[in-house]
């Protein structure tokens, strides 16, 4: 099962400046609980925005840039090839062009609503009417922190 996960502000926002921009503790545990174990796809950037390899997980990197090498990652020239390095169990998990590119191959989502509107350069349109929403847990704000919901989303049919 091919899975996206990402967190959206409610104006589509998903980054900027190569970052969150907020900051939501259980989203990021939840995150690391999600994708341990499993291999995930990523693009570049994304890759480069870690300070370090995330422990536990395979790092396959999308790049068009055959060249390019970091320690941790292994390198994708194109989709069809990371979706074949990755096998049968994967997390898409950004940046906003790797979304775009994927998304049409997942069955499901994990989606962290954030319940605020920020600026960003990063962006994901509403998901269309393909997905049903299975799962949903709302949570109040913490601290500093904005509201939140965790949504589960499948690919209808």
Known sequence: MLTAIYARAANGVIGRDGALPWHIPADLKRFKALTMGAPMIMGRKT???????????????????????AEGAEVAPSPAKALAMAGPEAWVIGGAEVFALLLPRCDRVELTEVHIEVQGDATMPDLGPEWLETDRQDHEPDGDGPAFSFVTLERRG
């Open 47 to 69: 890759f480069e925005s870690f300070p370090a390899p995330l422990p536990g997980r395979r790092h396959i990197v999308l790049t068009r840039d055959e060249s390019w090498q």
